[in-house]
């Protein structure tokens, strides 16, 4: 694991736009997870930590693209008939026995290697056959039917870059090139936790002025959609030793500490005492709503993430603030979410100078064009709106107004939670 430096996550009073934000970050972290060969029935989803360069073409060969006919271009007639006696035959894994010859035809099956030689393929369906003749018209090109050697990958080519993560192609082009096994980065080891007297766990009894533990299991979620290996720490009490003791331990065999909320001045939010007392926390005042100011440090070589308190704050601070922290700590090297320029449904005001995102799910209109519907209410209480949104418009900092039937950037739930 890479250690942390202490100002790793520092920063100044200053109200700060979140693309700054990020590159500060980006420029700062390291990968925090060991490297591990794995065979290739194991890397599924994992994040490739090593650049793959083939020591091979693929394909190996010349080889045949159809069933047919392997002939010389220089024997087919260009305004005639061609006819030409059939002197092989050529199936995938048995390679032709004896030189090919001019003047004459080998038949040839999908996959077959070429031999030397013979450049072009006639299709059997554009042949007949004469006892051992074959005969075709005239029309073919030269190298029709053809996969050539390395037409996908040359020897020496780059096949996988290090930091992307592992889909079932790329496991398909690391065997394509003989590879039993790839360096990938472990998992990100995420412990997770709550605080608060009032905070119940789903299925306990909630007395008056208590409330359900939703965020625990959304951010949970959501971490384990990353790849994260979550260890679940449960709802911690409001006292400082346990709260102390519990994030001392964890912070010795985890990369990363994540809770939300719990981190403010009050006298009973104890968070940010700890993890001062254990190591450094800054609240990062982002120029951003929803979302208070994120506190990003360490305990230890555990990175240290809180979220705000309220569950729509706590996922969209998650998805454009923790989630490329917690790619790079994972040894990614692309984290931007794809995002898309759609037509709006809706009118709204803003305040310049702050980047802000709006819940909204997506509607075709007549022409079938995508808009965006902005869910009625803006609190960041309400988490029925992440369950009926399909994801967030994006409005940048220099916005003050949208006029329905403005183009707008939309950041798919799907983008960020896989």
């Known amino acids: 694991m890479a250690p942390m430096t202490d100002d790793c996550f520092s920063q100044g009073a200053e109200l700060m736009p979140l693309e700054e934000a990020l590159t500060r970050l980006a420029n700062t972290l390291e990968p925090a ?10 890397a599924l989803n994992r994040t490739l930590a090593e650049t793959v360069v083939s020591d091979r073409f693929v394909p190996p060969h010349n080889n045949s693209a159809v069933d047919g006919y392997a002939v010389f ?33 080998l038949r040839i099956f999908t996959g077959a290697p070429i031999p030397e030689g013979p450049d072009t393929v006639i299709m059997q369906e554009d042949v007949r056959t004469d006892d051992d003749d074959v005969i075709f018209g005239p029309g073919i090109k030269r190298g029709a039917n053809v996969r050539f050697r390395g037409e996908d990958i040359g020897l020496g080519d780059v096949v996988l870059e290090a930091g992307i993560p592992l889909r079932a192609q790329e496991l398909g082009l690391a065997a394509s090139i003989g590879r039993a096994e790839l360096a990938v980065r472990m998992r990100l080891r995420a412990a997770i936790f709550s605080t608060g007297d009032e905070v119940r766990d789903p299925g306990a009894n909630a007395p008056a002025g208590c409330i ?4 625990r299991y959304t951010i949970g979620a959501l971490l384990r959609e990353l790849g994260c290996k979550v260890t679940d720490l449960g709802i911690l009490p409001d006292d400082f030793e346990t709260i102390r003791d519990a994030v001392d331990k964890a912070s010795g065999n985890h990369d990363l500490l994540i809770t939300s909320g719990g981190v403010s001045v009050g006298d009973e939010d104890h968070v940010k005492a700890v993890i001062e007392a254990l190591g450094s926390i800054h609240f990062w005042r982002l120029a951003i709503k929803p979302g208070r100011p994120i506190a990003l440090g360490r305990v230890g070589d555990a990175a240290f993430i809180g979220l705000p308190g309220n569950p729509v704050a706590a996922m ?4 454009r603030i923790a989630r490329p922290v917690i790619l790079w700590l994972s040894g990614r090297r692309d984290v931007d979410p794809q995002i898309y320029r759609v037509r709006t449904a809706f009118a709204f005001n803003k305040k310049a100078g702050r980047r802000e995102w709006l819940r ?4 075709r209109d007549e022409s079938g064009e995508p808009r965006a519907v902005k869910f009625a209410s803006d609190g960041s209480g ?6 009926v949104a399909d994801g967030l418009v ?15 950037d ?3 739930f799907s983008e960020v939670f896989k």
């Not at 909204?360 to 509607?363: D, G, P």
């Not at 309400?382 to 369950?387: A, D, P, Q």
């Open 33 to 42: 997870t060991e490297i591990k060969m794995v065979p290739l029935i194991e």
């Open 73 to 105: 271009f220089d024997d087919v007639s260009p305004d005639a008939e061609t006819r030409l006696p059939v002197t092989g035959r050529i199936a995938a894994g048995h390679p032709l026995n004896h030189a090919a010859k001019r003047g004459e035809a």
């Open 212 to 215: 359900f533990d939703a965020n």
């Open 316 to 319: 969209t601070t998650f998805m």
């Open 360 to 363: 909204a799910h997506l509607v």
């Open 382 to 387: 309400v988490l029925t709106s992440m369950s």
């Open 394 to 408: 994006e409005l940048p900092e220099q916005v003050e107004t949208v006029n329905e039937g403005d183009m707008v």
């Open 410 to 412: 939309f950041l798919p």
